[in-house]
């Protein structure tokens, strides 16, 4: 039987894991990117996804490359950056494993829409997966960028077609959505047993509030990594995101006027308030 634009993505599941039941880390890698074809098919509308699956496979493949034997298994680079206690950094691999398999989520979530509800768009079927899959790990901005980009995917029937020019496409795309979540899932299950093995931080009881003026504006944060005390009317970023008047506050949205947008950025579960984007 013809093959399918999945069926390079099927074929390379049946490698990813060691005759002992170990995930190993370039037949991973691969399936990662053997999807992307299929992606582009959703042109613009996916290029920020595809930019991130490109960007954490391109890390997390330099990192096997180092030293194939020594990380030829998935979670040994998680494991020694616990060790080191670099996982929680922006450019860990930890972080890397984190970012692709939500971004894979996403996809597996997305793939599901289009076999399961016929008469939604592309559009709906896109919208809907984000919000189930990564918008809760987005900010402000990222969550924007994606709803707009989501707008600009294909009419559906021509999508279909494009990607149906071969093979069972649908059975195909079946076969997908079933058999690579449990490798996400345990991926997932890999990262937070890790997160638990480490040092506990303290955790605060308040959640991030951020004030951003219609005006807006941008005013970098006095003082270092260490934990400043934060006050109403302080100005600070975090370490990759918007500009904003934060303030350990309990989450009581009715103490602000209408006159600036209030938006929740993330529980405070870590040490270091500038790092609140981070894992």
């Known amino acids: 039987m013809e093959g399918t634009v999945f069926t390079p993505s099927l074929e390379g599941m049946q490698h990813i894991r060691s005759p002992q039941g170990e995930m190993l880390t370039k037949p991973f890698l691969d ?18 996804v595809k930019r991130d699956i490109g960007r954490n496979t391109s890390r997390l493949e330099k990192k096997y490359q180092s030293d194939p034997f020594r990380y030829n298994f ?12 670099s996982a929680k950094g922006s450019t860990s691999c930890t972080n890397g494993i984190l970012w692709l398999t939500r971004a894979m989520d996403f996809i597996v979530e997305l793939f599901h829409n289009l076999l ?3 008469d939604w768009s592309v559009t709906d ?20 960028s994606f709803t707009v980009a989501m707008k ?8 279909m077609e494009v990607i149906t020019c071969k093979g069972d496409v649908r059975a195909d795309m079946e076969k997908f959505c ?10 997932h299950k890999f990262l937070i047993k890790g997160s638990s093995d480490m040092p506990k931080l303290r955790k605060t009881g308040f959640v991030y509030l951020g004030i951003v003026p ?5 005013i970098s944060p006095n003082g270092g990594d260490a ?4 006050t109403m009317g302080d100005w600070c970023v975090g370490s990759s995101c918007v500009a904003g008047l934060f303030a350990f506050l309990s989450p009581t949205v009715e103490l602000f006027q209408s006159k600036v947008n209030v938006f929740i950025c993330s529980s405070i579960l870590r040490v270091n308030p500038w790092n609140w984007f981070s894992i």
Do not use: Q
């Open 227 to 230: 934990t400043p005390p934060l």
């Open 31 to 48: 399936v990662c990117k053997l999807i992307l074809p299929v992606i582009d098919k959703f042109g613009t509308a996916m290029a920020l």
């Open 116 to 118: 399961t509800h016929p």
């Open 74 to 85: 998935l979670y040994n680079m998680v494991k020694e950056e616990y060790e080191c206690k």
């Open 178 to 187: 079933l058999t690579f979540p449990p490798y996400l899932e345990e991926n």
């Open 214 to 218: 219609p005006t807006g504006g941008i």
């Open 125 to 144: 079927a896109c919208t809907d997966a984000y919000g189930k899959t990564l918008r809760k790990f987005h900010g402000w901005i990222a969550s924007s």
């Open 152 to 159: 600009l995917a294909p009419d559906r029937k021509k999508f």
